[in-house]
């Protein structure tokens, strides 16, 4: 059976399956990702990536994991600014919040393509890379203890919207595959 992106985006609870988290469960249905988690788990899968491009001595190896992790962020980066901000910034009060979040994701972008100049020409990007997560773990530090808190105690329904994400995640991640693909 092929699983398509646009059947994974157009799901959704119709009225006579389970409604609460204990029906869903209980039918043995899984339960979609809620936005905040999922956003964190894409956080700690790039901080663990990072720590391994630390670690890592051989050069080969540093310039895949550096282009992992800029293809890590730059997924999570647009499925945040398209629905996820775009959410936040319809529901929380705090327009400050949601254009600072923009203004750093529009940095770690810019070094992102500072990091794929250097390993497209065969040069160290130690250095680049070490400024990226500096910039990540501020950017990071910043939505996980405001705006994800912020968000949470709104009505917006979470665990729908996770799933809009990771559906979103998985056809801009096959997308820019594709791209790299095609070059």
Do not use: N, W
């Amino acid at each position: 059976m092929e699983i398509r992106i646009e059947d994974v985006s157009a799901l959704s609870l119709a009225e006579e399956q389970p409604a609460t988290f204990a029906q869903l469960l209980a039918a043995g249905k899984k339960l979609p990702a809620e936005a905040t988690s999922l956003l964190m788990q894409d956080h700690a899968e790039v901080a663990a990536m990072f720590s391994q491009f630390k670690a890592e001595e051989d050069a080969a190896v540093k310039a895949v994991l550096a282009l992992k992790i800029c293809m890590a962020l730059t997924v999570h980066a647009q499925i945040e600014e398209e629905l996820f901000y775009q959410q936040a910034a319809r529901t929380l009060e705090d327009d400050e919040l949601v254009a600072e979040a923009v203004e750093e994701h529009a940095e770690i972008k810019e070094q992102i393509g500072k990091i794929l100049k250097g390993t497209a020409a065969d040069s160290s990007v130690g250095p680049q890379m070490a400024k990226l997560m500096r910039l990540v773990e501020h950017h990071v530090a910043e939505e996980e203890t405001g705006m994800f808190p912020d968000i949470q105690r709104t009505e917006i329904d979470l665990y729908k919207l996770g799933g809009v994400l990771a559906a979103r995640r998985l056809e801009v991640f096959l997308q820019l595959e594709r791209d790299a693909l095609a070059t």
